[in-house]
T-cell receptor, first 115, second 118 residues
């Protein structure tokens, strides 16, 4: 079985502040992939990043950065200098290579950036 | 390139009625998914097609839900009869790839159909 926990249901920050969204996962497989998706008010899911279980390097893409720590089973997402356009629901997800191979989503974190 | 198209955007029906949703994936995408997203939850996979064949429908409530993919392109998802707990957003996604982990990187999602059962 696999599980993704996003303990933060809602977060509000003032524009230009940094914000970190937490993601903790559980899986018995040693080979797996972690994802972050953004769901804006329009409803579609937008892919942000995929990370495989063998690559613990942190990644930075513009104002976005991701911290993957296998020791704590966490894959946290930080937005630096937040902007109003970052307001959305963010989902962390997990798929294992040899498990049931279903993409398992967390319950999401609703991020509101206050102008 | 055109994205994944879904219709209708919104639908309100009474319980025990039937309803159908339509999805037109991105041209050339072999894999098509239907997800159910209940309010406050993450999406849950209902069914996955590769071309016009079903790859995974283990989480589809087959007593009331059915889906087909016509000629490996468009797809319809039907609920008959609907229950109150079917109220959700139904998301369609498509992907060019075939390997499970890779294809979720490449998956593009539609805007979904919001179903309300009263």
């Amino acid at each position: 079985a696999q599980k993704v926990t996003q303990a933060q249901t809602e977060i509000s920050v003032v524009e230009k502040e940094d914000v970190t969204l937490d993601c903790v996962y559980e899986t018995r497989d040693t080979t797996y992939y972690l994802f972050w998706y953004k769901q804006p008010p329009s409803g579609e899911l937008v892919f942000l990043i995929r990370r495989n279980s063998f690559d613990e390097q942190n990644e930075i893409s513009g104002r976005y950065s991701w911290n993957f720590q296998k020791s704590t089973s966490s894959f946290n997402f930080t937005i630096t200098a937040s902007q109003v356009v970052d307001s959305a629901v963010y989902f962390c997800a997990l798929i294992s290579n040899f498990g049931n191979e279903k993409l398992t989503f967390g319950t999401g974190t609703r991020l509101t950036i206050i102008p | 390139e055109a994205g994944v198209a879904q219709s209708p955007r919104y639908k309100i029906i009474e319980k025990r009625q039937s309803v159908a949703f339509w999805c037109n994936p991105i041209s050339g995408h072999a894999t098509l998914y239907w997800y159910q997203q209940i309010l406050g939850q993450g999406p849950k996979l209902l069914i996955q097609f590769q071309n016009n064949g079903v790859v995974d429908d283990s989480q589809l409530p087959k007593d009331r839900f059915s889906a087909e993919r016509l000629k490996g392109v468009d797809s319809t998802l039907k609920i008959q009869p609907a229950k109150l707990e079917d109220s959700a957003v139904y998301l369609c996604a498509s992907s060019l790839g075939t390997r499970q982990a890779r294809l979720h990187t490449e998956a593009f999602f539609g805007q979904g159909t919001r179903l309300t059962v009263v």
